[in-house]
T-cell receptor
Framework: GAVVSQHPSRVICKSGTSVKIECRSL??????MFWYRQFPKQSLMLMATSNEGSKATYEQGVEKDKFLINHASLTLSTLTVTSAHPEDSSFYICSARDYGNTGELFFGEGSRLTVL | DAKTTQPPSMDCAEGRAANLPCNHS???????VYWYRQIHSQGPQYIIH???NNETNEMASLIITEDRKSSTLILPHATLRDTAVYYCIVGTGRRALTFGSGTRLQVQP
């Protein structure tokens, strides 16, 4: 089946630094990818929709200047957490829909960010 | 997207069938029922989806009632590795999926 891969799986950074998370669709092209965030013992919350070649669409309450999304190719979207703070510590998960095949939404393995 | 209601937790004996219910009484005619599961500290894993007919694959079966207001995910022979949070989600298949609280399934040895 379709595979979505994220990197890194875990990252620890100091407060004030920026962290980039990559999301790749390995065997299909994804014009749209979705970024979710999950805090401990909570469900996944949609942060933004990443559109190839255009600006991302952010959900209400998500700061676009803090969470920079770039979708420069049909197989890669990146999420950059700028000036990270401890409250940004979370599990970030990307997903992509394989429109060319079954249309199902596949998820990456997730990236756990810890900000010290 | 229509909202779903699932029990917060369920237990199942290893080797027995696990039947996970989901209510989606406000589902629209063009909305699918999707099931995903999330094992601790991993991304959600796709299980199955359907529109109105029952569906079966190598992982599970999906039974959708005739009025489409509820469905049941069946894991025919649960194993310890099936312990996870199971999410029932309703959507059109064109946008992102909205996750609810899900059902925490604990398979007991």
């Amino acid at each position: 089946g379709a595979v979505v891969s994220q990197h890194p799986s875990r990252v620890i950074c100091k407060s004030g630094t920026s962290v980039k998370i990559e999301c790749r669709s390995l065997d299909f092209q994804a014009t749209t990818m979705f970024w979710y965030r999950q805090f401990p013992k909570q469900s996944l919350m949609l942060m933004a929709t990443s559109n190839e070649g255009s600006k991302a669409t952010y959900e209400q309450g998500v700061e676009k200047d803090k969470f920079l999304i770039n979708h420069a190719s049909l197989t890669l979207s990146t999420l950059t957490v700028t000036s990270a703070h401890p409250e940004d510590s979370s599990f970030y998960i990307c997903s992509a829909r394989d429109y060319g095949n079954t249309g199902e939404l596949f998820f990456g393995e997730g990236s756990r960010l810890t900000v010290l | 997207d229509a909202k779903t209601t699932q029990p917060p937790s369920m237990d199942c004996a290893e080797g027995r069938a696990a039947n996970l219910p989901c209510n989606h009484s406000t589902i629209s005619g063009n909305e699918y029922v999707y099931w995903y599961r999330q094992i601790h500290s991993q991304g959600p894993q796709y299980i199955i989806h359907g529109l109105k007919n029952n569906e079966t694959n190598e992982m599970a079966s999906l039974i959708i009632t005739e009025d489409r207001k509820s469905s049941t995910l069946i894991l025919p022979h649960a194993t310890l590795r099936d312990t996870a949070v199971y999410y029932c989600i309703v959507g059109t298949g064109r946008r992102a999926l909205t996750f609810g609280s899900g059902t925490r399934l604990q398979v007991q040895p």
